[in-house]
């Protein structure tokens, strides 16, 4: 296990065990001269670009959030800005499972991937990266409004159910992903893994509650415009970390929507660029939109089809009582009586009982090891709720305890045993046990035997809320894990290494503001060795160019970089766009 490291930032050092799971450590010396060359790259094509049509001012706005356009920046230079907003970060292993990234966003952290893209993949990447993650997401964060979007949308995600085909389609994206970050991959293998991706979309069923979530997060948080229909602003972090998709969002044929909650209809496909975006008016207009989503969760909407869609998730699911009780497990069946309201319930294996998150003593899932079941409405001709009977009103009704009592509810359900003990919380009747019990219904069906030991009925006239997960996160361990394939991590050659010490050399010639001759020597070691290079050249000419004794050395470096882009079509566009920087001689301030 890795050492947990808080970085000095409140909201890192808050977060819960079960969160720290996925949490890596950056290493910031695995980062090569060629991996600082490429996020440069980016960032000054970003900044040239965003600059104009990014929502917020662009550099102000990666200052605030402990970033540079130089290199790529460590955890701790993050947090040590981030903490000045109520915010902090950490960095993970690629994807990780959506109710985690929610979760990790309620508390306030930014969840950064470690790694980045490869100089071949340098304009694009369906795979997270710190230049994704980072340069994307933590500059808008200072923003006020717009974070208190993004905790309130991670708040409204740990409670959203989900399911086992969203976990299987997280895990094919997962693969996908890593395989498009590894060299020389296998296009058999690339294709099988794309063919799962798009199967397990097409088969999805009815979108859950967190793949409906995750689509409002996917137009908003990282495809999002903001302003007028005709001429928005980008603030969505895929946008604003793709130097390509960037400048080809805002083409005509891209279709601007304006956003609403009817965005929920529209599903989305990470390897490919988005054929439609909205556009919001304001940030406030996105937490209204969330509100309204928020409405129809099950968590906030309770009764039969809550508890219909945590069976369908076949995960762990908490009800809420209206007596206050949680009860968490697997949920396995539910029964309906005559009205079609819910009568009793079931959950199938390791269960809990908790009480404001909190277990209740002696209803762990060791005690509740086999599932658990109970009865959900209110007594036959009484004149209140059972939740709300005192000690006395129990004295009154004969259930007392070491009595043989009988419990008669409105729905049918009959409860016969001998009452053993009771719980009160916070003045709300939540539990009665039962010795030698058995639960039938009017028509005959038996819900518990005396042989099964010991009955716990909870008590409630209804089931108020329903959400994902436990509600005490320390009493039943949660279904997600860490993915067992970890994200691709390169293996270096002798050339490799030999590439990365000229960056390594460029970039010391840029830093200490040298004028000898050095450049040439760099440029020769380049253009001999490394026929494909591109970046290397690209670099020099910016610091030739600005040097009038080396002019010879900047046309010759033109003249390269101009073959280079008809000889590697792939690279036109790259070295285009690098040219126009230096062109115009771009301040970055």
């Not at 001429?231 to 083409?251: F, N, T």
């Not at 010991?454 to 279904?479: C, P, R, W, Y």
């Not at 970046?535 to 030739?544: D, F, P, R, S, T």
């Amino acid at each position: 296990m890795n050492t947990f490291f808080d970085y000095s930032n409140a909201q890192v050092a808050d977060l819960p065990l079960h969160l720290r799971k996925y949490i890596v450590p950056q290493v910031y010396e695995k980062y090569t001269p060629v991996d600082h060359a490429v996020w440069r790259y980016v960032m000054r094509q970003n900044y040239s670009y965003l600059k104009n049509v990014a929502y917020y001012p662009y550099i102000p706005g990666l200052k605030k959030a402990g970033l540079t356009i130089e290199k790529i920046p460590s955890l701790q230079e993050i947090n040590d800005a981030l903490t000045l907003i109520g915010w902090g970060a950490v960095t993970v292993d690629g994807f990780i499972p959506p109710a985690a990234f929610m979760e990790f966003q309620a508390y306030r952290v930014l969840v950064i991937a470690a790694d980045i893209r490869q100089l071949e993949h340098i304009e694009y990447t369906s795979a997270p990266d710190i230049i994704h993650e980072s340069a994307g997401h933590a500059p808008i964060i200072s923003d006020t409004k717009y974070n208190q979007y993004l905790s309130y949308l991670g708040s409204i995600g740990t409670k959203a159910l989900f399911s086992s085909k969203d976990y299987a389609l997280y895990e094919s994206i997962r693969a996908l992903s890593i395989l498009k970050e590894m060299p020389n991959v296998d296009e058999r293998e690339l294709e099988k893994a794309e063919a799962l991706v798009l199967y397990n979309q097409q088969n999805l069923g009815t979108p859950s509650e967190m793949a409906l979530l995750s689509r409002l997060q996917w137009w908003t948080v990282e495809y999002g415009l903001i302003g007028s229909l005709d001429q928005p602003k980008i603030y969505g972090a895929g946008l604003l970390s793709s130097i390509g998709e960037s400048a080809s969002c805002m083409d005509p044929k891209v279709k601007k929507i304006e956003y609403t909650i009817d965005a929920l209809t529209y599903g989305y496909d990470i390897t490919k660029e988005q054929p439609q975006l909205f556009v919001t008016p304001t940030f406030q207009n996105l937490i209204d939109v969330l509100e309204h989503f928020e409405s129809t969760m099950a968590y906030r909407v309770g009764g039969l089809e809550s508890v219909s869609k945590a069976i369908e998730c076949k995960n762990i699911c908490t009800a809420v009582f209206s007596s206050g009780l949680q009860v968490s497990g697997v949920f396995s069946k539910v029964y309906t009586d005559a009205h079609d309201a819910i009568k009793y319930i079931n959950t199938q294996g390791p269960t809990a009982l908790a009480f404001k998150d909190q277990l209740l003593k002696g209803h762990d899932t060791n005690y509740h090891a086999h599932g658990f079941g109970s009865p959900v409405g209110k007594l036959k001709d009484a004149t209140k709720s059972l939740e709300d009977f005192t000690a006395a009103d129990l004295l009154c009704a004969g259930i007392i305890i070491d009595h043989v009592i009988a419990l008669n509810f409105e729905n049918g359900i009959l409860v016969e045993g001998k009452l053993v003990s009771q719980i009160f919380m916070d003045d709300k009747l939540v539990l009665l046990s039962f010795a030698d019990c058995k639960v039938t219904d009017k028509e005959g069906q038996v819900f518990f035997e005396p042989a099964w030991g010991m009955f716990d009925m909870a008590i409630g006239d209804a089931i108020v809320s329903v959400f994902n997960g436990s509600a005490d996160k320390n009493a039943l361990e949660d279904q997600l894990y860490v993915s067992e394939q970890p994200t691709h991590q390169p293996n270096y050659t002798a050339k490799d290494l030999q590439y990365q010490s000229l960056f390594k050399q460029i970039r010391n010639y840029r830093e200490e503001a040298k004028s000898d001759d050095s450049l040439n020597q760099i440029w020769q070691h380049i253009k001999n060795d490394f026929e494909s290079d591109w970046l290397g050249a690209m670099e020099l000419l910016e610091l030739a160019d600005t040097m009038p004794s080396q002019q010879t050395l900047a046309n010759e470096l033109r003249t390269f970089l101009n073959t280079q882009s008809t000889k590697y079509p792939a690279y036109s566009k790259l070295i285009k766009d690098g040219l126009k920087i230096i062109d115009a001689k771009l301040k970055f301030e």
